[in-house]
């Protein structure tokens, strides 16, 4: 998974520096096209991440409209990349405009694929999964557009996300005494929870040293730690709905890992904190 990621952002900054997709946005100005290496992963994520939410959904009894869910969440996780070709106030206008077409699409669905069965439910779980991957996935890719330096801001990003359920879990098996919350996720301690938010300010610091992001050491660190929280968040968020359901993985498509959805958890939540520190710092 590290390699084939490697291989992606590698593909992506060449596309950046050798500028060979350009697009011209709408006020005439020409722009090179960032980010398509990127948006693309997502998209196939996306759709990957829907056969799981179904299943998750169907487990705990209630359908979703997977052509609208997989529509949804690939053409909002992927928004930031089209608005490329405009920008300023339109951009404003094509998310309202890309969410309402997204609810047309959704009741256009129930109404053909399954007319009132289980409207409400169905529903409300296709939107969940909509706005789950969607949003979360936009706001990994807007990470990845943000300034001259963004693929390095989403480097900094996933490596903080990760090394945080890395030293948990290590941390955790070694010297947890002290459950997190039992009733939600048994495995969690908090022992393992301060090694992994301390293992994600180091390699925060590290990464905004050597990397010369632009941030101070104690700035690092405090995106290491709050980013780490988000994501240990968003674990607890795709546990609950797996607790729901009834089931332990999401899926088996990754060994000893379960599904993509128990990969990507953790980066969904926590993007919009890494984004909006980032703007912020």
């Not at 020409?30 to 829907?50: D, F, H, W, Y």
């Not at 300010?201 to 905004?208: E, M, R």
Request: glycine share 12%; hydrophobic share 60%; net charge neutral.
């Amino acid at each position: 998974m590290l390699a084939a990621l490697a291989g992606v952002l590698a593909i992506d900054w060449f596309l950046e520096h050798s500028q060979i997709i350009q697009v011209t946005r709408s006020d005439g100005t020409a722009v090179v096209l960032r980010g398509l290496p990127v948006a693309i992963v997502l998209m196939l994520v996306a759709a990957q991440a829907v056969w799981e939410m179904a299943r998750l959904c169907g487990s705990a009894g209630v359908l979703i409209l997977g052509m609208s869910a997989v529509i949804g969440a690939a053409g909002l996780g992927t928004l930031p990349l089209w608005w490329q070709f405009v920008g300023g106030e339109l951009s404003a206008h094509a998310v309202m405009l890309l969410m309402a077409v997204l609810i047309w699409i959704i009741f256009i669905n129930q109404m053909i694929a399954r007319r009132t069965a289980d409207a409400i439910g169905t529903i409300a779980c296709t939107m969940l999964t909509v706005m789950y991957l969607g949003i979360g996935g936009a706001m990994i890719l807007q990470i990845r557009l943000a300034g001259p330096n963004g693929l390095l801001k989403l480097v900094m990003f996933l490596a903080v996300v990760k090394s945080t359920d890395i030293g948990a879990y290590f941390t955790g098996s070694a010297i947890g005494r002290h459950k997190l919350i039992e009733w939600l996720s048994p495995g969690k301690s908090w022992e393992g929870l301060i090694g992994g938010l301390t293992v994600a300010a180091g390699v925060s610091i590290l990464i905004a040293h050597f990397g010369r992001i632009g941030i101070s050491v104690w700035q690092a660190g405090l995106f290491g730690v709050a980013v780490g929280l988000a994501g240990q968040f968003g674990d607890l968020c795709e546990s609950l709905l797996k607790r729901s359901a009834r089931i332990k993985d999401s899926s088996s498509i990754i060994p000893e890992f379960g599904g993509i959805l128990d990969i990507i958890d953790s980066p969904l939540l926590a993007a919009p904190a890494a984004y909006a520190l980032f703007a912020i710092m």
